[in-house]
């Protein structure tokens, strides 16, 4: 470099010291993405910008301005610029390097650049010197900077290109080099060589799924299927085998989407040739997919058709087949899926196929969940150490998350994060970290510690840095973050905003982020907007789901919620508006709640911990509305019977939250003393979760603001903060509520303000204090 031999000056003068910068390291490389871009970047793209930048701080800024995918044109431009030091043939090596990639092996460059020995080695000497390829090993060459590679191949003319990619191909083919068929694969694909592609694109899925990179694996298999479509080049090849690989790869990366989209449009370009049992196959791992996230399929009807197509004979295809089928009615609870089950495992077993026996084994203890928990703790250990045995890496992981469920949902939290860690760090272990139930255990660890107050480790588990995770992998992980850094006090709701498209891919994106989203808005004074979206949310998953779907009590308890606490500063005709508003609102969660109580599904502690509160928070916006206001024993009661529930689910800051409302009513009832010691638990609680918003709401309930008159006969801050109310209409009943004082208390106030003022009455106590600017 033309600076070398003046820094080199420069340094041997007294009081000058050289230091050298390296690169940043990724973590640096996120944080100045994420100061330099407006909205936030999924995790993909910013996970591309940290590997092509290497850390160079400039390239960091013109990546995050780029608006294509390629290398932006000044910096290429820039880039460019280094190999006008170099000769015709130095150029031309570098140029055929770049074919190769970011890095090259000595032989592989020289069976394709065409040169000789001797102009070779005097070519990357020239490179070597300029700064633009750097050795790498005792064998090979890599370009200086990952975009400048990317550079210098965008710069080739496309005939030349395809020719380099060419030589590649023959090179690689013919031995004359060493590289893998992921190599092959690429170079033939550019070089037109479509045959020789889609035989090396199969053999690379092939290597990569077999070493946990499903990624990877998915993107040769749909390489080679794109190819396949033209029948010319794949004359003998079982395209829809080849299909059902790269379904497995989809689905074991967390593409399930696309593994979906696939099926549907192979299904239709088959139905009329295939055979039955590759039909049965197909249709079999579309009623699968199909239940793996929400949407529209019509996941029975593929089941059905399935079944008319399994051979009748007991040979292995109808023994894996009616595995599978048994795993997808398990799913669903389907009563004939014992049967099937069990027909499956008998024939496995027959037929030596333990794979098969294992996935079937699986299904036959999940449907069995009746069982006292020491029984089926150890069916489903059992299960996965089978499947373990067996190599049945799907089973395997069916089974460990199974078993953390069943932990879950009995409160054993302790014991459900140990077996879902296990799940976690195997699918880890075999490169498929986003798998189905490998994923699921992740999620539902990230959801107990949100629910215990464990809040580090869910940030921790909802962390997806350097990850690449599937899109709706990452969102179902966000906004379990979100509900945890929004209750820290840390705005979330314009970064739910942007989720709403995903609610039909998987509700649960709804049913987490849309209670954070309502109360962040409800908070910032936007009510009506926090309403609209609480509605849009019902309306959404009543059309996925059923409008008796569980969640609706929790996400209308949240609603009420809101309305209540902004009900004291609406005026009588608001509120009562409001109230009807609640009314049909709660009317539509207690239909879910009679269907359950009425045997329609399962009814677990959570979700009857939140129809308590649904009914808890309507009668306190009924109380804080005055209208149909309830005996305040009544509505201290239903929120003493609400805090226990959350108590004994283990849950924290809902407990908290349900404290502080119990307290304010408490006070309100002229109970100071209960009142507070419910605001001294809450406050522990939320000072420990660093809760601050709930915090700062626990640490000034009651205050208020200062003002008075500064002599004897002053207003004091409380009967100021009562006249104010007084002059905005409010009787004495609302104004206690709104203060959660009592009314008894308020009329004390009032005689004393009345006195002080010297006036007569109310409305001249008004008129009053708007002339001495005691209010507005």
């Known amino acids: 470099h033309p600076l070398r031999a003046k820094a080199a000056e420069w340094s041997r003068i007294q009081g000058v010291a050289r230091l050298q910068l390296g690169p940043l390291d990724d973590g640096a490389v996120r944080q100045l993405v994420r100061g330099l871009h407006p909205d936030p970047l999924a995790e993909t793209e910013l996970a591309c910008i940290v590997q092509r930048a290497e850390g160079n701080a400039f390239f960091v800024e013109e990546l995050v301005g780029a608006s294509r995918g390629g290398v932006p044109v ?55 010197e300029t700064h633009v390829v750097v050795t790498a090993g005792s064998h090979d060459y890599a370009f200086r900077h990952a975009l400048l590679a990317e550079a210098v191949y965008d710069d080739l003319l496309p005939g030349e290109r395809v020719r380099i990619h060419a030589a590649y191909v023959e090179a690689l083919r013919d031995g004359v080099a060493d590289g893998t068929a992921a190599e092959l694969a690429l170079h033939a694909r550019a070089a037109l060589d479509l045959p020789t592609a889609l035989l090396a694109s199969i053999r690379a ?25 033209d029948s010319r080049h794949s004359p003998d090849l ?35 040739t295939a055979d039955d049992t590759s039909l049965a196959r197909l249709h079999l791992q579309m009623a699968y997919t199909a239940l793996l996230t929400d949407n529209d399929i019509d996941w029975h009807g593929h089941l059905r058709t399935a079944m008319q197509l399994i051979p009748q004979e007991a040979g292995r295809d109808r023994a894996k087949l009616m595995a599978a089928s048994a795993r997808v009615m398990a799913l669903k609870r389907l009563p004939e899926a014992e049967e099937t089950a069990t027909e499956a495992l008998a024939l496995a077993e027959t037929l ?26 150890k069916a489903l250990q059992e299960s996965a150490e089978r ?33 879902f860690a296990k799940a976690i760090e ?153 109230v009807e508003r609640a009314r049909s609102l709660h009317a539509g969660a207690s239909k879910v709640v009679q269907h359950h109580h009425e045997g329609g599904g399962h009814w677990g502690p959570e979700s009857k911990t939140w129809s308590k509160r649904l009914e808890a928070e309507f009668l306190r916006l009924r109380w804080l509305s005055d209208v149909e206001a309830p005996d305040l024993a009544d509505l ?3 929120w003493q019977e609400t805090t226990t529930h959350f108590i004994e689910l283990q849950h924290p800051y809902e407990t908290a939250r349900c404290q502080l409302r119990l307290a304010e009513i408490l006070r309100a009832s002229g109970d100071v003393v209960a009142a507070r010691e419910h605001v001294d638990r809450a406050r522990i609680t939320a000072a420990e979760l660093g809760a601050q918003p709930l915090l700062d709401a626990l640490q000034t309930m009651g205050a208020s603001p200062a003002r008075g008159q500064g002599s004897d006969e002053a207003l004091t801050p409380r009967e100021s903060e009562i006249l104010t109310l007084v002059a905005a209409g409010r009787s004495n009943g609302e104004i206690g509520r709104q203060l959660f004082i009592s009314t008894k208390t308020v009329s004390v106030h009032v005689s004393n303000i009345l006195r002080k003022l010297g006036a007569s009455g109310r409305t001249e106590a008004a008129a009053i204090a708007r002339r001495r600017g005691i209010t507005v």
């Open 74 to 128: 000044d910096l290429a431009d820039l880039l460019l610029i280094r190999l006008d030091r170099l000769d015709d043939v130095a150029r031309q090596v570098v140029r055929t390097m770049s074919v190769g990639g970011r890095r090259v092996s000595h032989d592989l460059l020289a069976a394709a650049s065409g040169v000789s020995a001797t102009e070779l080695d005097q070519a990357l000497r020239r490179a070597v």
């Open 205 to 229: 899925g092939d290597e990569a799924a077999s070493v946990g990179g499903p990624d990877e694996a998915a993107r040769h298999y749909e390489n080679a299927l794109e190819i396949a479509e």
């Open 238 to 272: 079982d395209v829809s085998a080849l299909v059902l690989k790269t379904v497995d790869a989809l689905v074991d990366s967390g593409s399930l989407i696309r593994a979906q989209k696939l099926l549907s449009r192979h299904l239709r370009a088959v139905e009329d």
């Open 352 to 377: 030596n196929l333990p794979k098969t026996a294992s996935e079937a084994m699986t299904t036959l203890v999940f449907l069995d969940r009746s069982v006292p928990i020491e029984q089926l703790e």
């Open 387 to 419: 499947a373990v045995r067996t190599g049945a890496v799907a089973a395997e992981q069916r089974a460990y998350f199974l078993l953390g469920r069943v932990y879950q949902d009995r409160g054993l939290f302790a014991d459900a994060l140990a077996t």
């Open 426 to 578: 195997r699918a880890k272990s075999l490169g498929i970290p986003w798998a189905p139930f490998a994923f699921d255990s992740r999620l539902q660890s990230a959801q107990i510690a949100v629910v215990t107050g464990d809040w580090d480790t869910a940030l921790e588990l909802a962390d997806v840095d350097g990850q690449s995770p599937p899109h709706l992998a990452e969102v179902l992980l966000v906004v379990w973050q979100a509900a945890v850094l929004s209750a820290r006090g840390r705005p979330q709701a314009e970064r739910l905003r942007a989720l709403h498209d995903d609610w039909r891919k998987d509700g649960s994106v709804a049913v987490v982020g849309v209670p954070v989203e309502v109360e962040e808005l409800a908070r910032a004074g936007r009510l009506e907007e926090a309403l609209s979206v609480g509605d849009q949310a019902i309306e959404v998953l009543s059309s996925i789901w059923t409008p008796l779907f569980q969640a609706r009590v929790r996400l209308t308890a949240v609603m009420i919620g809101v309305m209540a606490d902004a009900a004291p500063g609406l005026t009588g005709d608001q509120r009562a508006r409001q």
């Open 636 to 638: 201290i009661g239903l």
